[in-house]
């Protein structure tokens, strides 16, 4: 449950659209939660990075922003909190650093994740699975929606905590509440 009231309504009237739309994980949805509709809106990325400082575990070293969608909620975050940004990258470059992650070094680092929505959680297990490599602790993420199916824990399988700012539940309870 977030502290901002009206959080909920205001995302869903913005980011939720309806039609045939096929996510990232291959699935089809006859609902899409986009979130650059709210991302591009700086009252409202505000206002879920606010939400998403109270989420962050304690001795959080540095905030990782998954490309594209977690990068600007990651900036914010950091720019509220004082803590370090760094960009994750869905594969490393090619040329200039051929870095998966941009920003500091991560190597014995508690990094917690940001993301926008998460459904299966597939870019942010792959994330995962490569901080890890580098030598990060990663065990938690904080995303802005989790569109994930209730009671069902996607990212259990990497040992994941997931911590939402909103989950689909509330946002169907905020449209309802409203209709």
Known sequence: ??????????????????????????????????????????????????????????????????????????????????????????????????????????AGRRVTLIEDVITTGGAVRDATRALRAAGAEVDVVVCAIDRSPAGEHPLADVGLEVRPVLTKAELDAAREAGA
């Open 1 to 106: 449950m977030t502290l901002d009231a009206t959080l909920a309504a205001d995302i869903d009237a913005v980011c939720r659209l309806t039609g045939q739309f096929t996510l990232r994980s291959g699935q089809q949805a006859t609902e899409y939660f986009d979130k650059y509709l709210f991302e591009a809106d700086p009252q409202l990325l505000l206002r879920v990075a606010r939400e998403m400082v109270g989420l962050l575990p304690d001795g959080t070293d540095l905030l990782g922003g998954l490309e594209l969608g977690g990068v600007p909620i990651a900036t914010m975050v950091s720019s509220l909190t004082g803590r370090p940004a760094l960009y994750v990258r869905k594969k490393a470059k090619e040329y200039g650093t051929c870095k998966l992650a941009e920003g500091p070094d991560v």
